[in-house]
Every structure is written in structure tokens, then in C-alpha cells.
T-cell receptor
């Protein structure tokens, strides 16, 4: 079974731009969660989608948004990028919502200049 | 807010020494899961504990879930260089089912 895939793997943007990251979950998994990982803040939960609906949300500003498609693929968008948005963005898929084991993708390394 | 703290934050050990990381949640967790992230990699699931007081072993790794389901520990016996990485505990909070990760413990093993 193929694992979680994320594209692109690396991205360099400048302040003020916007970015869209993509995540394809493991086949059969309907829940997709997004995390931001930085050296100083660790793993921070962004949001979780299940069956195209946002089920849980972390404490991030409205510049961070996401969506999930009918095939469970998910996208995450960050608008008006700030230097502090530089991070590794990880996507994780699971069978259900909330309680199930999370299977992580390799992440997208975003650098904001 | 809901927090899951892990101690220590960093640990350097000589190969062959034992290692323990402790995970403490400010709120009750429905279950607890442990993940390992190698340098440059992504978190990989190790194990899940569900019952209060549960203990599970995986070769040299021993995992324990506290009686109150608010803390957990991971103990590695006779560390090897392959154990290098950051260990995270994580779990859904009871009731809200928000998934929260611990702050992580970074382990370095000196050969």
C-alpha cells in the first residue's frame, strides 16, 4: 500500500505571497490532519479534515486554511506569508477522526524569505 | 490550554545505557501513541496504549500508560545508535478528541 504523499517537498517563497500544499492520504484513509513543525515550537496541530469537513482546528490565524476533496486528498493554503511561517508542514492520514493512528507523509519544507 | 509536556527535552547517552522519556498531559487522554522521528525524517508510529495502567513491550522498548491516563513513559534498554531521534507521545483528549502531540524528547546516542 502506498504511503502518504506530499507535494511539493521543498518550497521557497517571499513574504506576502501565498502557498498551497497538497497531501494524498493512504488509500482508504478518510481523515487528513496537518501539522506545522518548527525547532522552537515542536509539532503544532493545524486542522483535521474528515469526509470533506473540518472536524478539528488548532490555534492558527485565519491565513491558514485547508480543504479536503471527495477522494480524501487535501490541500492546505497559507496566504500573506510571514517569515515565521518557515517550517516543515506535515500531513498525516488515518482511518477515522480523532483517535486513530496517524501515518505521516515526508512533509513539505517551506522557506519564507 | 491543553498541553502535553515531555521530559527531558534532550538526552545524550552512551551506547548501551538505558533511556527513559516521560510524557505528562494536562488533560485525560483517550489513548496514547508514541512516535519516533529520525533526523530529517517524519514521525513514524511506534505503538498505541489504550487501557489505564497498560504496559507494552517492543524488543528493547517498554511503554507504559498511567493509571489516570494523563501520563506515559517510554523506556529503552541498552540503547543503540539506531535509537537516535526524537520521540513524541500523542493522543486524543477525552471528550473533544483533539489530537495533541507532546513536546518531544531528542535522544542522541554516542558510540
Amino acid at each position: 500500500k502506498a504511503g502518504v504523499t506530499q507535494t511539493p517537498r521543498y518550497l521557497i517563497k517571499t513574504r506576502g505571497q501565498q502557498v498551497t500544499l497538497s497531501c494524498s492520504p493512504i488509500s482508504g484513509h478518510r481523515s487528513v490532519s496537518w501539522y506545522q513543525q518548527t525547532p522552537g515550537q515542536g509539532l503544532q496541530f493545524l486542522f483535521e479534515y474528515f469526509s470533506e469537513t473540518q472536524r478539528n482546528k488548532g490555534n492558527f490565524p485565519g491565513r491558514f486554511s485547508g480543504r479536503q476533496f471527495s477522494n480524501s486528498r487535501s490541500e492546505m493554503n497559507v496566504s500573506t506569508l510571514e517569515l515565521g511561517d518557515s517550517a516543515l508542514y506535515l500531513c498525516a492520514s488515518s482511518l477515522g477522526v480523532g483517535t486513530d493512528t496517524q501515518y505521516f507523509g515526508p512533509g513539505t519544507r517551506l522557506t519564507v524569505l | 490550554g491543553q498541553q502535553v509536556m515531555q521530559i527531558p527535552q534532550y538526552q545524550h547517552v552512551q551506547e548501551g545505557e538505558d533511556f527513559t522519556t516521560y510524557c505528562n498531559s494536562s488533560t485525560t487522554l483517550s489513548n496514547i501513541q508514541w512516535y519516533k522521528q529520525r533526523p530529517g525524517g517524519h514521525p513514524v508510529f511506534l505503538i498505541q496504549l489504550v487501557k489505564s495502567g497498560e504496559v507494552k513491550k517492543q524488543k528493547r522498548l517498554t511503554f507504559q500508560f498511567g493509571e489516570a491516563k494523563k501520563n506515559s513513559s517510554l523506556h529503552i534498554t541498552a540503547t543503540q545508535t539506531t535509537d537516535v531521534g526524537t520521540y513524541f507521545c500523542a493522543g486524543p483528549t477525552s471528550g473533544t478528541y483533539k489530537y495533541i502531540f507532546g513536546t518531544g524528547t531528542r535522544l542522541k546516542v554516542l558510540a
